[in-house]
C-alpha cells in the first residue's frame, strides 16, 4: 500500500505541491484548515486565494527575474502558472489575473483530480508521527497552534513578528568613485574581511537633510489585527529609531567611528552609512541597519539621497509586515527537509521566499522532491543557475550571514551564479551600461532555461 503524502495549508504552496504530486502517480492528502477556521486576511475558502495584490509580476522570461521564473514553473507543469495564464487579466508586461476566477478554476482543479484527497480543518500542533512523508506549507499566516509546536521542536525564540527587512542593493550600481570598502577599525584576518563593507559616507548637512526626509516620508500602516504583533528587537526600523533623536542613528547604524575615506583621508564623515555582502556571490549588499516602514516610492528617493547610491538599482526594497518564517539555512536541507526530522519538508513563505510566484516555486520543488523520495529515487535541486536553485540555495545557504540575520527574498539576479557577459553585440557595437546589463540577464536566462531543461531531462550516462 503506498502511504500518502499529507500537505498542510492549501495555499499557493501548498497547492502547488499536491498537483506535482498527484501528476506524479502518488496520492495526496491535502489538509486546508478555512473555513473551519479563518485568518484575519482571507476573505473564502478557495485554495490558492491571494491575499494581496492579483499581479504575479512581470512575465518577461529573457531579463527580469521573475519572470524567468513563470517559464521554468511553465516547463515543470505548475498548476499556478497554467491558471495564472488561463485567467489572466490586462497588466501590460505583467501577469496579473483574476483572482477570484484563479482561485476557483484551481480549487476546482484539485478536487477533481483522483489522486487528490481534500480535507478541511485544522492541524492542531505537530503532524500526527504516522504520517510518513509531510509538507508543511502554512505561510505567513500559520495558526498559533502549528507555530508553537514548531518553535518548541526547532528551539527558535520566534516564528511570528513584525519583521522590518532593509533595502537589498546590487554591487555595481554603488558609485565606487564616492564610496569605499573597509570594516569599522580594519578588523579581521584576512584582507577580505578588513574591506567587508562599502561605505557610504555624508557630512553635517547630508545627515540633516536625510533626517528630515526619513521624518516627513509616508510610511506604511498596520491593520487592526496586526496591532498586537511585537516588532523583532533586533530588526527596529530606522524611522523608530529616528524618532528617539536626531543623534540616535549616528551613534546607531550610521556611526562613523573606525572608518577612514579611501578617497580623501583628511575629511571626517559626520555619518556613514554602510552596506554588508549579503550573498555568496558578492553581487547583494545590505543596507545595515536600515530595516524600514517607509513606502517603497518614498525609499527609493530617499535612499539616493545617500553619497554613493545616487543611482542605485535595488534588489529588494525594506519592507514591515507580519510574518512567519523559519531560520531555514540552520533548519532546513538541500531537498527543503527539516534537519531534525527528515519526513517534514517546509514550503512557500515559510522557508523564507517573497511573493506568490516564489512561494508556489518552493511548493513545487517541495512536491517534486516527496514525490521522488517516495518512489525511492530521489532527485538532486535544479542547479543554482536555475531561477530554481537560485531560491533553493538562498534558502537553505546562500544567504552568507545565515544564522543571525537571514530574511525572505524575492528571486532576482543577485541570487545567480555570474556570467560571462558579451562584449560586443552581434552587430559588433561595444555594449555599456544598460546594454551591458541587459545583455548579461539575457545570457542568464537562457543558460538558466538550458539547465532546467536538462535537470527535468536528464540524459542517460554512457556506459563506461
Known amino acids: 500500500m503506498t502511504h500518502p503524502i499529507h500537505i498542510i495549508g492549501g495555499g499557493m504552496a501548498g497547492s502547488e505541491a499536491a498537483w506535482q504530486i498527484a501528476e506524479s502517480g502518488l496520492p495526496v492528502v491535502l ?10 486576511a482571507h476573505q473564502t475558502d478557495g485554495l490558492a486565494e491571494l491575499v494581496c495584490s492579483n499581479s504575479f509580476r512581470s512575465d518577461d522570461a529573457e531579463t527580469n527575474a521573475v519572470g524567468l521564473l513563470h517559464e521554468e514553473m511553465r516547463r515543470c507543469n505548475s498548476i499556478i502558472m497554467a491558471m495564472g495564464d488561463k485567467h489572466q487579466v490586462p497588466a501590460g508586461g505583467a501577469l496579473a489575473v483574476d483572482r477570484v476566477a484563479f482561485s476557483d478554476a484551481v480549487t476546482a482543479t484539485l478536487n477533481a483530480h483522483p489522486n487528490i484527497t481534500i480535507e478541511r480543518g485544522e492541524i492542531v500542533g505537530l503532524p500526527p508521527s504516522d504520517w510518513q512523508s509531510v509538507i508543511i506549507a502554512t505561510g505567513p499566516l500559520t495558526s498559533p497552534a502549528l507555530s508553537k509546536a514548531v518553535l518548541e521542536m526547532t528551539g527558535e525564540d520566534s516564528l511570528a513578528f513584525f519583521d522590518a527587512i532593509a533595502p537589498i542593493v546590487y554591487r555595481d550600481s554603488v558609485n565606487m568613485d564616492v564610496a569605499w ?3 569599522r577599525y580594519d578588523k579581521g584576518d584576512t584582507e577580505a574581511d578588513k574591506a567587508a563593507y562599502i561605505n557610504c559616507p555624508m557630512n553635517r548637512d547630508q545627515y540633516e537633510a536625510f533626517l528630515d526626509a526619513l521624518i516627513a516620508a509616508p510610511k506604511t500602516e498596520f491593520k487592526d489585527w496586526e496591532k498586537d504583533t511585537p516588532y523583532f528587537e533586533a530588526c527596529l526600523p530606522i524611522e523608530v529609531m529616528c524618532e528617539r533623536g536626531r543623534e540616535t542613528l549616528r551613534h546607531g547604524p550610521m556611526k562613523p567611528r573606525g572608518l577612514t575615506n579611501a578617497h580623501d583621508p583628511s575629511v571626517k564623515p559626520w555619518a556613514v552609512v ?29 535612499f539616493r539621497m545617500i553619497p554613493g547610491l545616487e543611482n542605485a538599482e535595488f534588489a529588494r526594497l525594506g519592507g514591515i509586515h507580519r510574518n512567519t518564517f523559519l531560520n531555514s539555512p540552520r533548519l532546513l536541507d538541500a531537498q527543503l527537509r527539516l534537519k531534525q526530522n527528515p519526513a517534514w519538508r ?23 522532491f516527496a514525490a521522488a523520495e517516495a518512489r525511492g529515487h530521489p532527485i538532486d535541486p ?10 533553493i540555495a538562498h534558502v537553505t545557504g546562500g544567504h552568507l550571514s545565515g544564522k543571525a540575520t537571514f530574511q525572505p527574498m524575492n528571486v532576482n539576479f543577485g541570487l545567480f551564479p555570474d556570467i560571462d557577459t558579451p562584449l560586443q553585440s552581434p552587430e559588433g557595437k561595444r555594449l555599456r551600461g544598460k546594454e551591458k546589463s541587459v545583455a548579461r540577464k539575457r545570457a542568464m536566462s537562457a543558460r538558466a532555461l538550458t539547465h ?10 554512457a556506459a563506461e
Open 31 to 40: 489538509h486546508e484548515m478555512r473555513p473551519v477556521r479563518g485568518t484575519e
Open 181 to 183: 570598502m573597509q570594516s
Open 274 to 302: 554602510q552596506l554588508r555582502q549579503d550573498n555568496a556571490l558578492g553581487s547583494l549588499f545590505n543596507m545595515v541597519g536600515f530595516q524600514t516602514k517607509l513606502k517603497y516610492g518614498a525609499q527609493t528617493e530617499i
Open 346 to 368: 517546509f514550503a512557500g513563505q515559510v522557508t523564507g521566499v517573497e511573493g506568490y510566484v516564489e512561494s508556489a516555486a518552493m511548493g513545487l520543488m517541495a512536491g517534486r
Open 382 to 391: 535544479p542547479p543554482p543557475t536555475t531561477a530554481f536553485g537560485a531560491l
Open 452 to 461: 532546467i531543461d536538462e535537470w527535468l531531462n536528464p540524459q542517460p550516462r
